[in-house]
């Protein structure tokens, strides 16, 4: 009887350890795995995700040198609530390419959690197809450029990050979102990473 209901605690505690882990550590979302209607997007986010834990020092002056995200919001998607950096990626890109702050982005991804960055970027007006849509495009032929690789939009290619002589580009080149205003919330245009001054014109809250 005792053995019994030692082995019953033990179980217990067990499960108590287990679901208190779920719940203490942040769920990391997995956006770039969900399909958003164009494989050569999908692909390219996939490596995207490899580059930002490989280089995360680059990554981060892409996404605040070009894709004019505050540092202080990136930080906190990747360390306090374990976004991959596809994720993180997606985000600031949907944003720039509609010439919006991340943090507007981000929220709209928080409003429908669990459903993927496809819904999230159609929801915004982002359609496969669309303008918004190839500027994303655009930006990540950009993106790999300055990563020191040089792509085609939608010719098939696989970028190998381990390589030794992979991801030594220069990182962002200091030309943040070329925001609309966006009444005074667009996207700060001076990266950290960059070489010149962003051109936002917004200059408020991120």
Not at 55 to 67: I, K, S, V
Not at 150 to 170: E, K, L, M, N, Y
Not at 172 to 188: A, R
Request: aromatic share 8%; charged share 20%.
């Amino acid at each position: 009887m005792i053995r019994n209901h030692g082995l019953h605690a033990l179980a217990l505690a067990l499960g108590l350890g287990i679901g208190l882990a779920s719940i203490s550590s942040p769920a990391q979302t997995v956006g770039y795995n969900v399909r958003t209607g164009d494989l050569w997007v999908d692909t390219r986010l996939g490596e995207i995700d490899d580059y930002g834990r490989r280089h995360r020092g680059p990554f981060l002056d892409e996404m605040a040198g070009y894709y004019g995200a505050p540092r202080p919001l990136l930080l906190e998607l990747l360390d306090e609530r374990g976004w991959a950096p596809a994720d993180v990626y997606y985000a600031c890109a949907i944003a720039r390419a509609l010439g919006i702050p991340c943090i507007d982005v981000v929220h709209e991804y928080d409003r429908h959690p669990g459903q993927g960055w496809g819904a999230v970027a159609k929801r915004m007006g982002i359609k496969p197809g669309s303008a918004a849509f190839h500027a994303l495009k655009r930006g990540q032929v950009d993106t790999y450029g300055h990563w020191g690789e040089t792509i085609v939009i939608d010719r098939p290619v696989r970028v190998d990050w381990s390589r030794p002589d992979a991801g030594h580009g220069h990182g962002g080149n200091g030309h943040g979102n070329k925001g609309k205003g966006n009444k005074g919330k667009g996207n700060s245009g001076n990266g950290k990473g960059g070489k010149g001054q962003g051109k936002s014109k917004g200059h408020g809250k991120p």
